[in-house]
């Protein structure tokens, strides 16, 4: 990124758009915005919010780091350290957002203030919980007029939920096709036909998708006469509230969701692993800012990367050890949980494929755990053990790796069901691969076990 750029995910908005200069991050409001930034400010709404946790806060800035000429003012945001999107949440995360948006909007309202765009892209984790970030999105609240953003809302929000909750909790992978939220049409066609009997999901999503598919085709008519109320307003935030709190999704029945009761781990191997891990993130220097942990579960082994301060990604590929872990850990300020799936990680998506970075996209990071991950990469997706080793090498400067050999229980089931066509799949054929890339540092038998944990640290980083 040059000196002076804008960021992709910032320029639909004319009112103003998000920048870097001289790798600081600041926000132009244009001065189309002007009088509406002064109210979001003098209404007492921006004070509420931020000392909610409900939106990020932000500080004056020199207007001299405006970018352009129409700039009214500038802000400095505060920093999320890691961005995620909406098809990479749990379902409890994507709930937890639409109802932050919720209680925005209500607040908003109740500061002479509305929301212009409900998206979930105005949605980040900060601190282990969701928070607005579009400073923009408010604009003065004009007494009848209806929630301008409530199709979108409905779009981002109450779509892929209602299909996490009803269908398959899987279908939140949607949101990554329809970056502009899942057509309503689409969720209430394949939508369980039981939730037409749902007034809730049927008011808002079935009978809604009829409408707009029904408008779609008629001329624009004059505006009504009837307006819509404040109390209507707020009714309608109200029972959208309602249908997004009674959405539920019990984490169950994927393949990896009780990984951890269905190992062949001990008691005494799990704590010595646990301490070996420990170890190996207290040796790397200086001390890693950021971990991201590979195929994390329910973030057993991320919780250690956090004990001691570290900021971590949990990433799994299975959405209910995700949820377990987000449900489970939402105190940890430092733990993010994620979905990934790492043979089709997320990719540059969106206008001139800038709008939402790819996985890679996002680090590279200090630090990679992969525990008991890479028999799932090689032997279940058949990926080359040298492929897997210049992946780990492109997203982190050090590797806390392990290596679960054949003889080991879990690798034998995987074969159980395929032929053995790995040949190069040994410990001398593992360090082979690996070293092309990094430089052992050190490494050990897990204690009870037949599998190997390893430091490394990618080749090119000076020795300790």
């Known amino acids: 990124m040059s000196a002076e750029a804008r960021l992709g995910a910032s320029f639909r908005d004319p009112s103003g758009f998000v920048y870097k200069k001289s790798g600081v991050l600041l926000r132009q409001v244009n001065e189309s915005y002007r009088d509406a930034f002064r109210l979001l400010t003098e209404s007492g709404l921006y004070e509420s919010l931020v000392q909610g946790s409900l939106l990020i806060p932000h500080t004056a800035a020199s207007f001299d780091l405006a970018l352009t000429e129409d700039a009214a003012f500038v802000i400095k945001p505060e920093i999320i350290s890691t961005i995620s999107y909406p098809y990479e949440w749990s379902f409890s995360q994507l709930k937890d957002a639409a109802l932050l948006t919720l209680q925005v909007q209500k607040t908003a309202i109740q500061h002479g203030m509305s929301l212009k765009d409900a998206s979930a892209y105005n949605v980040q984790f900060h601190h282990g919980r969701p928070i607005f970030l579009d400073t923009l999105s408010f604009e003065p609240y004009l007494e009848g007029k209806p929630w301008i953003a409530y199709r979108q809302f409905c779009q981002h929000f109450v779509a892929p939920l209602v299909l996490m909750s009803h269908v398959d909790v899987r279908?939140?992978?949607?949101?990554?096709?329809?970056?502009?939220?899942?057509?309503?049409?689409?969720?209430?066609?394949?939508?369980?036909?039981?939730?037409?009997?749902?007034?809730?999901?049927?008011?808002?999503?079935?009978?809604?998708?009829?409408?707009?598919?029904?408008?779609?085709?008629?001329?624009?008519?004059?505006?009504?006469?009837?307006?819509?109320?404040?109390?209507?307003?707020?009714?309608?935030?109200?029972?959208?509230?309602?249908?997004?709190?009674?959405?539920?999704?019990?984490?169950?029945?994927?393949e990896w969701a009780d990984y951890y009761s269905d190992t062949n781990y001990s008691s005494a191997s799990m704590a010595a692993k646990k301490e070996m891990v420990k170890s190996c993130l207290q040796t790397i220097?200086?001390?890693?800012?950021?971990?991201?942990?590979?195929?994390?579960?329910?973030?057993?082994?991320?919780?250690?990367?956090?004990?001691?301060?570290?900021?971590?990604?949990?990433?799994?590929?299975?959405p209910a050890a995700v949820e377990k872990n987000y449900r489970s850990r939402r105190d940890d300020r430092l733990m993010l949980p994620l979905v990934q799936d790492l043979t089709n990680p997320s990719p540059d998506l969106g206008w001139g494929l800038k709008e939402r970075d790819s996985f890679i996209g996002r680090g590279p990071v200090d630090a990679v755990m992969a525990l008991a991950l890479v028999h799932h990469l090689a032997i279940s997706n058949n990926v080359p053990l040298q492929d897997v080793?210049?992946?780990?090498?492109?997203?982190?400067?050090?590797?806390?790796?392990?290596?679960?050999?054949?003889?080991?229980?879990?690798?034998?089931?995987?074969?159980?069901?395929?032929?053995?066509?790995?040949?190069?799949?040994?410990?001398?054929?593992?360090?082979?691969?690996?070293?092309?890339h990094f430089r052992i540092v050190s490494s050990e038998n897990v204690e009870g076990t037949v599998r190997t944990l390893y430091l490394m640290r990618r080749i090119g980083a000076p020795k300790i």
């Open 285 to 318: 220097e200086p001390a890693p800012k950021i971990v991201w942990d590979l195929g994390a579960n329910n973030g057993e082994f991320s919780a250690i990367a956090t004990g001691l301060g570290i900021r971590t990604i949990a990433w799994d590929i299975d």
């Open 171 to 254: 279908l939140g992978k949607l949101s990554e096709n329809f970056i502009d939220g899942i057509p309503l049409d689409l969720a209430s066609r394949i939508s369980h036909p039981f939730t037409r009997l749902n007034v809730k999901i049927g008011l808002h999503l079935h009978l809604h998708a009829k409408l707009q598919a029904k408008s779609a085709n008629e001329a624009p008519k004059p505006e009504p006469a009837s307006k819509f109320s404040k109390n209507a307003l707020l009714g309608l935030i109200d029972g959208l509230s309602s249908l997004v709190e009674g959405l539920q999704w019990k984490p169950e029945g994927t």
């Open 389 to 436: 080793a210049e992946f780990m090498a492109r997203i982190g400067e050090w590797l806390i790796i392990e290596f679960v050999p054949k003889e080991d229980s879990q690798v034998q089931r995987l074969l159980a069901t395929r032929e053995d066509v790995f040949p190069s799949y040994t410990k001398a054929g593992f360090e082979s691969a690996f070293s092309a």
